[in-house]
C-alpha cells in the first residue's frame, strides 16, 4: 500500500518506520518546509493518507484529502472545531476519512472502561467527585489533549449531573474539570479519579512510547483503504 505522510515530525518518523516494517511503501513526506509539494500527492500515486500534522495544518491538508478522493486517517488533535466540515466534505465526494484523537488499542480499550465505570458511578455521584487529568510532554500543543476531551466526554455522556468540560480551571457542579500538564518527554499519561470523603477510586492509562499510537494509524490506513464514509476507532476495533 502507498501512504503519505502529512505531518513528518517524531509522530511521522514512527509512522514511517512501523508502515515500512508491514511492507508498504511511503509515497510522500509532507512537513511545513515542503507544503506545496502537498499538490503532487494524488490517487495515482498514493492509496492513504496518514495526517498527523499541527491544529493549523490539519483542516487544510484534511480539505484537500476530500476534495482530491484521498482516503485520510488523521490523529491531528486541536482543530476540530472543523470536524463538520471535513465530514461534509467527505460525504458530498463519496471519500473515507477516519478520525481518531487516539490510535492506541489500549487507550481505546480504555475509553470503553472510562464510559462503564462511569454508568456504575453515575447514582453515587452525590458522594464523589470526579476529575481527568492528562500529562504529555512539553512539545504538544494543544490542551487539554485530544484523548482527554474524549474521556471528558465519556464521562459526560454517563454522569447525568455533567454536561460539560473545563480546562485547568475550578470547575462548577455540572462541569468535569481536566488538569492538563506538560513535562520532559511523556508519551501520554491520563487518568479519571473519582474521589469521596471515605476513598478514592482511579483508572490510568500510561503510554511508554509513540509506537502503540502509530502502530493503530498504520493498522486504520490498512483497514480505511477501499472503503466509504466516515469512520472511527470504535468501528474498526467493534465496539
Given at each position: 500500500m502507498r501512504?503519505?505522510?502529512?505531518?513528518?515530525?517524531?509522530m511521522g518518523k514512527v509512522i514511517e518506520q512501523i508502515a515500512l516494517q508491514r511492507g508498504h511503501e511511503i509515497s510522500a513526506k509532507i512537513d511545513i518546509g515542503n507544503r506545496t509539494e502537498l499538490l503532487s500527492v494524488i490517487p495515482?500515486?498514493?492509496?492513504?493518507?496518514?495526517?498527523?500534522?499541527?491544529?493549523e495544518s490539519a483542516y487544510g491538508n484534511l480539505k484537500y484529502c476530500m476534495e482530491f478522493g484521498l482516503p485520510a486517517v488523521c490523529g491531528t488533535t486541536g482543530w476540530l472545531q472543523h470536524k463538520p466540515e471535513i465530514e461534509k466534505l467527505c460525504q458530498d465526494n463519496s471519500g473515507a476519512f477516519f478520525y481518531a484523537s487516539n490510535y492506541s488499542i489500549g487507550v481505546n480499550l480504555f475509553f470503553e472502561i472510562n464510559k462503564a465505570l462511569a454508568r456504575l458511578m453515575n447514582p453515587y455521584m452525590g458522594e464523589y467527585k470526579v476529575s481527568t487529568n492528562e500529562i504529555h510532554h512539553t512539545e504538544k500543543k494543544d490542551s487539554p489533549s485530544g484523548t482527554a476531551i474524549?474521556?471528558?466526554?465519556?464521562?459526560i455522556e454517563n454522569l447525568n449531573n455533567k454536561t460539560t468540560w473545563v480546562n485547568n480551571q475550578i470547575a462548577q457542579e455540572n462541569e468535569v474539570p481536566i488538569w492538563?500538564?506538560?513535562?520532559?518527554?511523556?508519551?501520554?499519561?491520563?487518568?479519571?479519579?473519582?474521589?469521596?470523603?471515605?476513598?478514592?477510586?482511579?483508572?490510568?492509562?500510561?503510554?511508554?512510547?509513540?509506537?502503540?499510537?502509530?502502530?493503530?494509524?498504520?493498522?486504520?490506513?490498512?483497514?480505511?483503504?477501499?472503503?466509504?464514509?466516515?469512520?472511527g476507532m470504535n468501528d474498526m476495533l467493534g465496539f
Open positions: 501512504i503519505a505522510l502529512l505531518g513528518y515530525g517524531k495515482e500515486n498514493t492509496d492513504v493518507v496518514i495526517e498527523f500534522s499541527s491544529p474524549t474521556l471528558a466526554q465519556g464521562l492538563s500538564s506538560r513535562e520532559g518527554k511523556v508519551p501520554g499519561t491520563h487518568e479519571i479519579k473519582y474521589i469521596s470523603d471515605v476513598d478514592q477510586l482511579e483508572i490510568k492509562h500510561i503510554a511508554h512510547s509513540r509506537n502503540g499510537f502509530a502502530l493503530g494509524a498504520v493498522i486504520a490506513a490498512e483497514w480505511l483503504r477501499d472503503k466509504t464514509g466516515i469512520f
